[in-house]
């Protein structure tokens, strides 16, 4: 079956910082580019990072300089290094794949999401 498992949110003062895990337990995606989304309720799913199955990477501006996705193949996990988190990053972050590199399109599987808020 087919999931994918995230944990590691939760309340953070604006400067900290966060560490986001996404586990594919099917162990399917290696060869595919993985994604983090963010959700604020009422709001479309907007792209955070993507990182595909070299290691390649890319960000939304909001995210360049303080946000970095890493993967690590052999424990079927991808991550998302939150640092200098704002109150605007607060949202409902979401583990997706596969995702397409080229069109920048989310894949059919999602994650349950994790919470982030960012508050003082």
């Known amino acids: 079956q087919v999931q994918l498992v995230e944990s590691g949110g939760g309340l953070v003062q604006p400067g900290g910082s966060l560490r986001l895990s996404c586990v594919d337990s099917?162990?399917?995606?290696?060869?595919?580019?993985m994604a983090w989304y963010r959700q604020v309720s009422g709001n479309e799913r907007e792209l955070v990072a993507a990182?595909?199955?070299?290691?390649?990477?890319k960000y939304v501006d909001s995210a360049k300089g303080r946000f970095t996705i890493s993967r690590d193949n052999a424990e079927n996990t991808i991550y998302l290094q939150m640092n200098s988190l704002k109150p605007e990053d607060t949202a409902v972050y979401y583990c997706n794949a596969p995702f397409s590199w080229w069109t920048s399109r989310s894949g059919d599987y999602w994650g349950q999401g994790t919470q982030v808020t960012v508050s003082s």
């Open positions: 990182i595909n199955s070299g290691g390649i990477t």
């Open positions: 099917a162990n399917i995606f290696s060869p595919y580019a």
